[in-house]
């Protein structure tokens, strides 16, 4: 016997509805029942519908794919351009050697140059970091008040991507009031394994790190509730051992130059 063929329909679906039926068997009789009668219904195919639902399905498939695309490609700019901070050559309690800067004038100058009578305050800052410049204020108030009381106080710019003019701009522009120097190439931050903006480093008259770390608590002023700068600077004028020496230091990544 042949057999037809199968041919595609139009979808269909299912409609159900309850119906109240009185029983009439003696067993039964005055009960009701519900009857639950379904019945396939035959839905009329809307080409024009069906070709708009696959094309915004597409477009949204498509949409997702260029996203994720962008996500992928910016987290391997982002990669490329990270370069890791090397680990320090001066951890708290040993020596720093006399390392070189170049001045903003571009000539070179040695760290041992710069020394207090109390010690020395290196700061790595930056010209656009936001972090680093929230603070703009406060490295000259203490720049001013530890500079009268004996200590040398340092900006170091590693940044690759400022060059010394834009720094001379800033220091001008901020009134920091303490020198700037340029670190060429991050090779000091390096060293010390400096890694954002601000950061500060500060060594005793024979050049030994004493702290390392952050200026205090907070990049607002009305949320600080621990100076470990200032309590770092005020024990080593006091001759006395800094309890914390080192803190975790927040801001800005330093702009590093590539390493082959």
């Known amino acids: 016997m042949p057999v037809d063929p199968v041919v595609a329909g139009p979808p269909a679906r299912i409609e159900c509805s309850f119906d109240r039926e009185v029983l009439n068997a003696s067993a039964f009789q005055g009960r009701n029942q519900i009857l639950l009668r379904c019945v396939s219904v035959t839905r009329p195919v809307d080409l024009q519908e069906e070709r708009s639902l696959s094309m915004r399905t597409q477009f949204t498939r498509a949409l997702v794919l260029i ?29 720093i050697s006399n390392v070189q800067f ?38 000259a108030d203490l720049a001013r008040e530890y500079t009268a009381r004996g200590f040398a106080v340092i900006g170091i710019n590693p940044n690759r991507t400022e060059p010394a003019d834009e720094v001379a701009r800033h220091a001008a522009e901020k009134a920091l009031g303490f020198a700037v120097l340029k670190d060429p190439d991050n090779r000091v931050a390096d060293y010390l394994s400096a890694s954002v903006t601000p950061e500060v480093f500060l060594f005793d008259t024979t050049w030994v790190l004493r702290y390392h770390g952050r200026i205090d608590d907070s990049r607002n002023p009305a949320n600080i509730t621990a100076t470990d700068l200032r309590v770092a600077l005020d024990a080593m004028a006091a001759g006395k ?13 330093i702009k590093r130059v590539p390493r082959s």
Do not use: H, W
């Not at 051992?241 to 990544?253: D, L, P, Q, V």
């Open 67 to 95: 996203v994720l695309s962008v996500v992928i490609l910016a987290a391997a700019q982002a990669r490329r351009q990270q370069v890791d901070v090397p680990q320090t050559q001066v951890p708290v309690g040993s020596k």
């Open 102 to 139: 170049q001045t903003l004038a571009g000539e070179t100058t040695e760290l041992y140059t710069y020394a207090g009578k109390q010690g020395t305050l290196l700061i790595f800052i930056a010209t656009k970091c936001p972090i680093s410049n929230d603070y703009n204020l406060r490295m």
């Open 241 to 253: 051992t800094i309890e914390s020496a080192e803190t975790k230091a927040f801001g800005c990544t």
